[in-house]
């Protein structure tokens, strides 16, 4: 006998829209400068400069807030300044 898992016709698909990261100023660039060690502060600074050209900054912010990116730099903010943004806002966050 084999298994029979039954699977709905239709399954709920929530996939966010990422399409705006293709308009990012990060777009084709070296993946490593926007996932630096924490205290590569050069590497962070290089990728928040790219950041501040970006087209779709505050999208990219947005995400990252809304979906708890733990690391690297997202909309020019980099892990500790989201952290610092989650523990002051608490669950309630304006950004
Ligand atoms: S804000 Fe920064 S990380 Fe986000 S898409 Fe633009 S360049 Fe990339």
Known sequence: ?????????????????????????????????FYPEPDDRLSIR???AICDS???QERCRRHAMD????????????????RRIWRREGRRLRY
């Open 46 to 48: 290089t990728a928040k």
């Open 67 to 82: 979906s708890r990116e733990p690391a690297g730099v997202w909309g020019g903010l980099d892990e500790r300044e989201r």
């Open 1 to 33: 006998m084999g298994c029979k898992t039954r699977f709905p016709r239709r399954f709920p698909v929530n996939v966010p829209d990422l399409s705006w990261r293709d308009l990012g100023a990060c777009a084709g660039a070296e993946l490593t400068i």
């Open 54 to 56: 970006c087209d779709v």
